[in-house]
């Protein structure tokens, strides 16, 4: 890695990612909206799992694609290689040594299986950061018991305990969003940064080993806690520490309120015209608030029956009530936030069309944002990556092509 950068912080910093789905395309999406050259290593023709997930779209060529592959992997390049033919495995190699960090989501052991393991990168590379995600983790930090199982985001969920945190009952439900893959993808950025900066101090490079179990159960820290203090089973209810908390219905939708905490309570009281509860000996501390959490949510539904979101807003921000409208995907395609912090991004090309998604919640003051670039087409970038990377002839590339080990549509000529 080089100290000088012009720009973004990343920008010297090259990443060959065999990645697929979900978790790590989000790892080394964030890294390259931070200037990060990502390279995606793809599978010749259908490319990467993730390209065949719904809902699907048709392009101005007529093509129908996934969504599901559009939300994470702009500002990327790719380059389509045969892993288990020896020259793909070679060219997989010599893109190691050019490149600061490996990133890979597969099962534990399939890379090392295809020889192009973490062992096998330190050969050619020994200061090469690794960067895994998967269930369960690999062996050669910590061994787990599980880590030959199966595991999705929902099954992280399911380990980690997630799935009674949404849940007004004894029923477990998945949180809705895809919460282990999301924070594994953000733990995994964290984990890169560190071992950048560890080999900037040592000159060493190391394995980042990410786990999603792990990371669903640091998202799961609350329960862990109130168990360990009071020895019992929360659902979402009970894992409030004051009230009123939560969503309530307005005429014209929901708002969120924070009403109990105790600088805000009296603030509350005289916001919904009930001061009368101050001098309430029940409900005196939060968790006397908390405890009566029924009686204090038909007070405040009973309070905003007739008035509009806006309206109950518009008083709670008077007296200074934390409280918030409970926005859906159009309020969020319309949230002044939204578009003055460049949270919603858009690109467009003959191969994406025009899209819209989630842009970078890492906001630096020196930091001019990366204007985004569609995601690549499966091997789009193979010609330019083998020819400027690894100075291999056009005509050796047309070859390597012509054998399947490498692959790019030929439209793409």
Same mark, same amino acid.
């Given at each position: 890695?080089?100290?000088?950068?012009?720009?973004? &912080?990343? %920008?010297?910093?090259?990443?060959?990612?065999?990645?697929?789905?979900?978790?790590?395309?989000?790892?080394?999406?964030?890294?390259?909206?931070?200037?990060?050259? +990502?390279?995606?290593?793809?599978?010749?023709?259908?490319?990467?799992?993730?390209?065949?997930?719904?809902?699907?779209?048709?392009?101005?060529?007529?093509?129908?694609?996934?969504?599901?592959?559009?939300?994470?992997?702009?500002?990327?390049?790719? #380059?389509?290689?045969?892993?288990?033919?020896?020259?793909?495995?070679?060219?997989?190699?010599?893109?190691?040594?050019?490149? @600061? #960090?490996?990133?890979? *989501?597969?099962?534990?052991?399939?890379?090392?299986?295809?020889?192009?393991? !973490?062992?096998?990168?330190?050969?050619?590379?020994?200061?090469?950061?690794?960067?895994?995600?998967?269930?369960?983790?690999?062996?050669?930090?910590?061994?787990?018991?599980?880590?030959?199982?199966?595991?999705?985001?929902?099954?992280?969920? /399911?380990?980690?305990?997630?799935?009674?945190?949404?849940? *007004?009952? @004894?029923?477990?439900?998945?949180?809705?969003?895809?919460?282990? $893959?999301?924070?594994?993808?953000?733990?995994?950025?964290?984990?890169?940064?560190?071992?950048?900066?560890?080999?900037?101090?040592?000159?060493?490079?190391?394995?980042?080993?990410?786990?999603? !179990?792990?990371?669903?159960?640091?998202? *799961?820290?609350?329960?862990?806690?109130?168990? $360990?203090?009071?020895?019992?089973?929360?659902?979402?209810?009970?894992?409030?520490?004051?009230?009123? !908390?939560?969503?309530?219905?307005?005429?014209?939708?929901?708002?969120?309120?924070?009403?109990?905490?105790?600088? +805000?309570? &009296?603030?509350?009281?005289?916001?919904?015209?009930?001061? @009368?509860?101050? %001098?309430?000996?029940?409900?005196?501390?939060?968790?006397?608030?908390?405890?009566? !959490? &029924?009686?204090?949510?038909?007070?405040?539904?009973?309070?905003?029956? $007739?008035?509009?979101?806006?309206?109950?807003?518009?008083?709670?921000?008077?007296?200074?009530?934390? /409280?918030?409208? #409970?926005?859906?995907?159009?309020?969020?395609?319309?949230?002044?936030?939204?578009?003055?912090?460049?949270?919603?991004?858009?690109?467009?090309?003959?191969?994406?069309?025009?899209?819209? #998604? +989630?842009?970078?919640?890492?906001?630096?003051?020196?930091?001019?944002?990366?204007?985004?670039?569609?995601?690549?087409?499966?091997?789009?970038?193979?010609?330019?990556?083998?020819? $400027?990377?690894?100075?291999? &002839?056009?005509?050796?590339?047309?070859?390597?092509?012509?054998?399947?080990?490498?692959?790019?549509?030929?439209?793409?000529?």
């Amino acid at each position: 890695m080089n100290n000088k950068t012009n720009n973004l &912080p990343f %920008e010297n910093v090259t990443i060959l990612a065999a990645e697929h789905f979900e978790t790590a395309p989000i790892c080394t999406c964030m890294l390259a909206e931070l200037g990060a050259n +990502v390279i995606r290593v793809e599978k010749p023709g259908s490319g990467e799992g993730g390209r065949a997930m719904g809902p699907v779209f048709e392009n101005k060529r007529g093509e129908k694609l996934s969504s599901f592959y559009f939300r994470f992997n702009h500002n990327k390049k790719s #380059v389509a290689i045969d892993l288990k033919h020896p020259k793909g495995k070679e060219l997989f190699l010599k893109l190691a040594e050019l490149s @600061d #960090v490996v990133v890979e *989501n597969f099962r534990p052991g399939v890379m090392t299986k295809l020889g192009l393991g !973490y062992e096998k990168l330190k050969q050619v590379k020994p200061d090469i950061i690794y960067a895994t995600v998967t269930g369960f983790g690999h062996s050669d930090i910590y061994q787990s018991p599980y880590v030959d199982r199966p595991a999705f985001d929902l099954l992280a969920q /399911a380990y980690s305990g997630l799935m009674y945190t949404v849940s *007004n009952t @004894d029923e477990p439900t998945w949180v809705g969003l895809p919460a282990g $893959d999301h924070y594994g993808g953000i733990m995994a950025v964290i984990g890169i940064i560190s071992a950048l900066y560890y080999r900037e101090l040592t000159g060493k490079g190391q394995h980042v080993d990410i786990a999603m !179990y792990d990371c669903a159960l640091h998202l *799961n820290e609350r329960r862990v806690n109130i168990y $360990d203090v009071l020895g019992v089973k929360t659902n979402k209810m009970t894992n409030i520490g004051s009230a009123p !908390y939560g969503p309530y219905k307005a005429k014209d939708g929901y708002i969120a309120i924070s009403g109990g905490q105790p600088p +805000v309570w &009296p603030r509350f009281c005289k916001a919904v015209g009930r001061e @009368d509860l101050l %001098e309430d000996v029940t409900l005196k501390t939060t968790q006397d608030r908390a405890k009566n !959490y &029924p009686r204090l949510r038909k007070i405040v539904e009973e309070w905003l029956k $007739d008035k509009t979101r806006e309206e109950a807003l518009e008083i709670f921000y008077k007296y200074e009530v934390p /409280a918030a409208p #409970v926005h859906d995907e159009i309020d969020l395609f319309n949230c002044p936030h939204v578009k003055a912090r460049k949270m919603i991004i858009e690109y467009e090309s003959d191969y994406s069309g025009k899209r819209r #998604v +989630v842009g970078n919640p890492v906001k630096l003051s020196l930091m001019k944002e990366k204007e985004p670039t569609p995601p690549p087409d499966v091997g789009e970038n193979t010609r330019e990556i083998l020819k $400027d990377m690894l100075n291999i &002839p056009l005509p050796e590339i047309e070859r390597l092509k012509d054998e399947g080990i490498v692959f790019w549509k030929s439209e793409q000529e």
